[in-house]
């Protein structure tokens, strides 16, 4: 069955760095979405993504953050100058209509 | 804007006992619910949708437009459903999901 992959599983970086979360959505998908869950808080929406732009960013979603499909395949999400506040679990997750398919995460830890 | 309450952080049950979680939600409208299932290192998977009205795993949810609720129900909680349970909502169109807090369910042997 096919999945939605993230890598890396776990990233660790300094604040200020940057950071691209990379996310190989299920190939006959249409709508691509990132989600961010801090720890001990609920799953919180970033970003969706259709038709090679942006459709719909919440207000956490701000200049810090770019999302890119650079190669048809690869749905990317950039953290810019990462404070310690980023550190959280990225979800990336495609859809081909109403339901969601969620990849496995990426751990972002800030230090 | 939409919202979804799930007002139980953890719920304990007794393996073979009824299993209820929570969850409500705001929005004026007919929303889709949904509600997602976490197992331990797992992704996040949907368990079902009030659209399909379909029985998963022996859990269904019910929606009640006037009580503006969506619980999960199963009649005999097994150890095997001990997870992350989070009800999401969506505006109809291709919105993007709401979560609500996340209910875990510990069902204990």
């Known amino acids: 069955e096919p999945e939605v992959t993230q890598t890396p599983s776990h990233q660790v970086t300094q604040m200020g760095q940057e950071v691209i979360l990379r996310c190989v959505p299920i190939?006959?998908?249409?709508?691509f979405y990132w989600y961010r869950q801090i720890l001990g808080q609920k799953v919180e929406f970033l970003v969706s993504?259709?038709?090679?732009?942006?459709?719909?960013k919440s207000e956490i979603f701000d200049d810090q953050f770019s999302v890119e499909r650079p190669d048809g395949s690869n749905f990317t999400l950039k953290i810019r100058s990462t404070k310690l506040e980023d550190s959280a679990m990225y979800f990336c997750?495609?859809?081909?209509?109403?339901?969601?398919?969620f990849g496995q995460g990426t751990r972002l830890t800030v230090v | 804007a939409q919202r979804v309450t799930q007002p139980e952080k953890l719920l304990s049950v007794f393996k073979g006992a009824p299993v209820e979680l929570k969850c409500n939600y705001s929005?004026?409208?007919?929303?889709?619910l949904f509600w997602y299932v976490q197992y331990s290192r797992q992704r996040l998977q949907l368990l079902l949708r009030?659209?399909s009205r379909e029985s998963i795993k022996g859990f269904t949810a019910d929606l009640n437009k006037g009580e503006t609720s969506f619980h999960l129900k199963k009649p005999f909680a097994q150890e095997e459903d001990s997870a992350m349970y989070y009800c999401?909502?969506?505006?109809?169109?291709?919105?993007?999901?709401?979560f609500g807090k996340g209910t875990r369910l510990s069902v204990i042997a």
């Open positions: 997750a495609s859809a081909p209509g109403p339901e969601a398919f």
């Open positions: 190939s006959n998908h249409l709508y």
């Open positions: 993504f259709y038709n090679n732009e942006i459709s719909e």
């Open positions: 929005y004026s409208g007919s929303p889709e």
């Open positions: 009030h659209i």
């Open positions: 999401a909502l969506r505006v109809p169109g291709n919105t993007p999901l709401v």
